[in-house]
């Protein structure tokens, strides 16, 4: 008894059908055409082939194929996409770890699948300076081109329906459903924000991974002996026989497969025929993530300060001193908290002309002259005066110059 079928391969996240090869007649077709054109190439009747630039050409193919039914089934594959260069910034040079894969536009079409460990990755790094002089958080960006990137981008789709008629819709349908979710984007950023921390200067780190999902759509009208293999066997022989080869598009796949059928006894085995493979297009797509995003540098942004020391005495009069300051941090004005300040030194010494000290944003500082009588006061940072005199508490009143009344 012998048993005929259809499979419709999507390599790579990628639709593998399985149906009926019976002959139909056009006017016995109850498909709405719409849905097949919202799934076409942007040239109908085309296939994707690749050309020595590398760019997607479409050589036109106008027959029409008809089955009875066909069934979904996944299949993976996956392509090394390609990554920008590492960019850096001005506290930061890339180094030579910092990206994996071939320098490029990651939705430029590459040419070979990948293979090996790393599988259909590539990364890259970038970094990013900023300054968030605010007393709230703030979203750090990543450069151009890096913003502009998406979760998930189709960079290739020229699966093309409409030279495939199905009679049953329920399966139609499922077919259909299953080529739309794998040419779904995202729009959503790849590289997310990472929030700066009020009053703070530094640089983001980004790691930026790409990952290459292809998926071949074509047809095998698979026809099997009761006695021999079962289509589940005879796709897991066909896979390893894709695995090593460079060869991911669907017409190259179709190719490969027609080599292999005459090469090996799967013609005896299933009944096929080399010219029975055929191609309906391919959907390629790269997701982006960035797994690694922190801060490399972050510091606290300071106001400049002027702080003078006086002695004041019991009468009211002042007059310059000199000393030395204990500058603390206390609490945090803002929430969440700023970065901690490196400085200043506790020990600040002060003339009798003044000194400059550099107290951190977002903070409010305790400031007290290590002397007997030294006065101590908060002060928030940032000020819109930030000058202070703290006075040293005399008990007496100055010593009359010799000879003085």
Same mark, same amino acid.
């Given at each position: 008894?012998?048993?005929?079928?259809?499979?419709?391969?999507?390599?790579? /996240?990628?639709?593998? @059908?399985?149906?009926? @090869?019976?002959?139909?007649?056009?006017?016995?077709?109850?498909?709405?055409?719409?849905?097949?054109?919202?799934? @076409?190439?942007? +040239?109908?009747?085309? +296939?994707?082939?690749?050309?020595?630039?590398?760019?997607?050409?479409?050589?036109?193919?106008?027959?029409?194929?008809? =089955?009875?039914?066909?069934?979904?089934?996944?299949?993976?594959?996956?392509?090394?996409?390609?990554?920008?260069?590492?960019?850096?910034? $001005?506290?930061?040079?890339?180094?030579?770890?910092?990206?994996?894969? *071939?320098?490029?536009?990651?939705?430029?079409?590459?040419? /070979?699948?990948?293979?090996?460990?790393?599988?259909?990755?590539?990364?890259?790094?970038?970094?990013?300076? =900023?300054?968030?002089?605010?007393?709230?958080? @703030?979203?750090?960006?990543?450069?151009?081109? =890096?913003?502009?990137?998406?979760?998930?981008?189709?960079?290739?789709?020229?699966?093309?329906?409409?030279?495939?008629?199905?009679?049953?819709?329920? $399966?139609?349908?499922?077919? *259909?459903?299953?080529?739309?979710?794998? $040419?779904?984007?995202?729009?959503?950023?790849?590289?997310?924000?990472?929030?700066?921390?009020?009053?703070?200067?530094?640089?983001?780190?980004?790691? /930026?991974?790409? +990952?290459?999902?292809? +998926?071949?759509?074509?047809?095998?009208?698979?026809?099997?002996?009761?006695?021999?293999?079962?289509?589940?066997?005879?796709?897991? $022989?066909f896979a390893s026989f894709l695995s090593p080869r460079k060869d991911f598009l669907s017409v190259l796949i179709a190719e490969s497969a027609r080599e292999w059928i005459k090469a090996h006894n799967e013609q005896q085995e299933s009944d096929l025929e080399p010219l029975d493979i055929k191609a309906y297009g391919d959907i390629c797509s790269v997701q982006t993530e960035s797994y690694y995003a922190d801060f490399v540098r972050l510091r606290n942004l300071t106001q400049e300060w002027r702080i003078y020391i006086r002695v004041k005495y019991p009468d009211g009069s002042t007059a310059p001193a000199e000393g030395t300051i204990d500058a603390l941090r206390d609490t945090p004005l803002t929430d969440p908290a700023p970065p901690p300040p490196l400085g200043p030194s506790p020990d600040l010494r002060v003339g009798k002309d003044g000194a400059t000290v550099h107290l951190g944003k977002g903070w409010r500082w305790k400031l007290q002259v290590r002397l007997p009588g030294g006065e101590e006061r908060l002060v928030e940072v940032p000020h819109p005066e930030p000058t202070i005199t703290l006075y040293i508490h005399a008990a007496a009143p100055p010593s009359q110059p010799s000879g003085g009344k």
């Open positions: 008894m012998w048993r005929s079928g259809l499979c419709l391969v999507a390599m790579t /996240v990628g639709v593998l @059908a399985i149906g009926s @090869a019976q002959p139909l007649s056009l006017k016995t077709m109850h498909v709405d055409t719409k849905p097949h054109t919202a799934i @076409a190439a942007s +040239t109908l009747f085309n +296939t994707l082939i690749p050309d020595k630039t590398r760019r997607p050409t479409l050589p036109v193919r106008d027959e029409v194929d008809e =089955f009875a039914t066909v069934v979904p089934v996944l299949f993976p594959e996956s392509f090394e996409p390609f990554c920008f260069e590492p960019l850096g910034c $001005a506290h930061f040079t890339p180094e030579p770890e910092d990206s994996r894969g *071939l320098t490029g536009n990651p939705y430029e079409f590459p040419s /070979v699948k990948s293979q090996g460990v790393n599988t259909g990755k590539s990364y890259t790094t970038v970094y990013a300076d =900023f300054i968030n002089d605010s007393p709230n958080p @703030a979203e750090v960006y990543p450069p151009t081109p =890096f913003r502009e990137l998406w979760r998930k981008k189709t960079i290739v789709n020229t699966v093309n329906l409409r030279r495939l008629r199905v009679e049953d819709s329920r $399966a139609w349908n499922q077919l *259909l459903q299953s080529v739309q979710k794998l $040419a779904q984007e995202d729009d959503s950023p790849g590289v997310l924000p990472v929030k700066a921390p009020p009053y703070s200067e530094g640089c983001v780190k980004w790691s /930026v991974f790409f +990952t290459g999902y292809a +998926t071949t759509v074509k047809v095998i009208p698979f026809k099997r002996k009761q006695s021999h293999r079962t289509l589940e066997a005879f796709l897991e $022989a």
